[in-house]
């Protein structure tokens, strides 16, 4: 077997792991290996071009095509989990929200007994990651390797009108929710620059990256090299070869929540019992590995629209297209700069509620379901927008776990959707939030007809009916290897694994809760402060 010693073994060059491996190499005199399962896919056209989420999500060249377990509280549906496969991982084939999370909640992942994870302790590292020209210089920041733009740049009618509405079905607007005023509704801001992607592969992989950075793609991982309970290495799989590198520093598992937590199991790291059951040797017992998995189940309801405003008429018309393509590639502007969605809403869904609740946002776009993106895939002969929806913070815990004792196989992967009653509540509630706000002067303007699920359904149990039946995921699963003190914690408050010496976990799998809407930006800022805590350890 091939042998190559490195300071620091990264696996997988996704939201965290670009971040953490490109800060680690910056330190002089320290050698790096990130190693990437898939290709180098991260400068095609339609990675770069934000509309072009619409080529990527269902193309295997592009993500891992995962299946859920059947959902009891979905119908028994397998829901599709798409997971970028390429360098920037899921940054390089998501929509590009940029929201960094409720301060509130990440002060409580700090109260859960993980100091240096409250949000001002994050904020340094949501400000060093960003380049963003608004917003309160103290708050945001201006030089980051991640470009952020704001769609209130570029207004379309429809997001306008949303917002709009917002306002006047009483939900305060927010100047800039990632700079204080979490709260409100307002236009989305994006990772993008001068209309292209900007995730973390042109971020911190792109021409900045260091020399001593080596970026190894289409290299899977197999597992991780252990010696007395330390680990040493790793074993992988590059141009049909088995080969390993060790570290002398240490071995950081970055390969997101569904592929980090089965590399531990597959290691010896995980329930004893489950383990053994698979033919594998016991190398740490830790029952959390695998478990408190969380995702964001959305629902959507979707309009006729009285005006042709929307992606729709441009799908079914290869005039519209090439005008609006023309647009794109002159100015860098337009719908095909947004990934479909332009404005969004972090609202209460009672007002007794003390902090958001739900988030509701404005698509361009309306078909069978949220893959319904061409002409020949289900869009609605129409113009038509959506109204997406989902609960901030799901009560609802499932599970990701190996199934065999071989890392090309994919894991079992259960979100358990919808088995807390609270879930079921809070999604009847953004429903019909979603359905007063369309009810507004501003929005009703463009509403000829409400087409799913249509006014006739009304009650409690035909509207949950509904959103079993066209739930879908918001690409958001986390904390499969949680961050904590509690018995299932896998890693402590530096990413330590625990029982286990020289292994940090680095990516959304550590996430102890949901830290409320989108995911992506929280998860660059773990790569960050994941750096610091391994540099101050090998200074």
Known sequence: MQTEDFDYIVVGAGSSGAALAHRLA???????????????????????????????????????????????????????????????GSSSVNGMIYVRGEPREFDHWRDLGNPGWGYADL?????????????????????????????ANDPQPLGGAFVKACVEAGIPATPDYNGGAYEGVSYL???????????????????????SLDLRTEAVALGIVLENRRAVGIDYLHGGVKRRARARAEVILSAGP????????????????????????????????????????????????????????????????????????LTGRGMMATPSATAHALARADARDERPTVKIQMHHITGK??????????TDPFPGFGIGLFQLRPQSRGEVHAVTRSA??????????LSDPADIEAMLKALRLARRVARQPALAAYVKRETRPGLNIESDDELLAYIRGCGQTSWHPIGTCKMGNDPLAVVDASLRVRGVQGLRVVDSSIMPTMPSSNTNA???????????????KHP
Not at 70 to 75: K, R, S, V, Y
């Open 26 to 88: 910056q330190r002089p005199q320290t050698s790096v290996l990130l190693l990437e399962a898939g290709k180098p896919r991260q400068n095609d056209f339609w990675v770069r071009t934000p509309l072009g989420i619409a080529k990527l999500l269902t193309n295997p060249d592009y993500v891992w095509p995962f299946q859920t377990a059947p959902q009891a509280g979905l119908g028994n549906q397998r829901i599709y989990w798409p997971r970028g496969r390429l360098p920037g």
């Open 123 to 151: 904020l340094p590292y949501f400000k060093r990651m960003e380049s963003y020209a608004g917003g309160d210089e103290s708050q945001r920041g201006r030089t980051g390797p991640i470009g952020v733009t704001s769609l």
């Open 189 to 211: 801001q994006l990772n993008t620059a001068n209309g292209r992607r900007c995730g973390t592969a042109r971020g911190y992989l792109g021409d900045s990256r260091p020399a």
């Open 258 to 329: 569904i592929k980090s937590p089965q590399l531990l199991e597959l290691s010896g790291i995980g329930d004893g019992d489950r383990l053994q059951a698979l033919g594998i040797d016991v190398a740490h017992h830790a029952p959390g590995v695998g478990e408190n998995l969380i995702d964001h189940l959305q629902a959507r309801i979707t309009f006729e629209c009285s005006q042709r405003v929307t992606l729709n008429e441009v799908v079914s018309s290869p005039l519209r297209q090439g005008l609006m393509g023309a647009r794109y590639l």
């Open 369 to 378: 379901d949220r893959y319904s993106r061409s002409k020949g895939a289900g």
């Open 408 to 417: 090309t196989d994919d894991p079992a992967m259960d979100p358990r959707y």
């Open 522 to 536: 929280a998860s660059i800022a773990i790569g960050e402060k994941a750096a610091d805590l391994i540099l101050e």
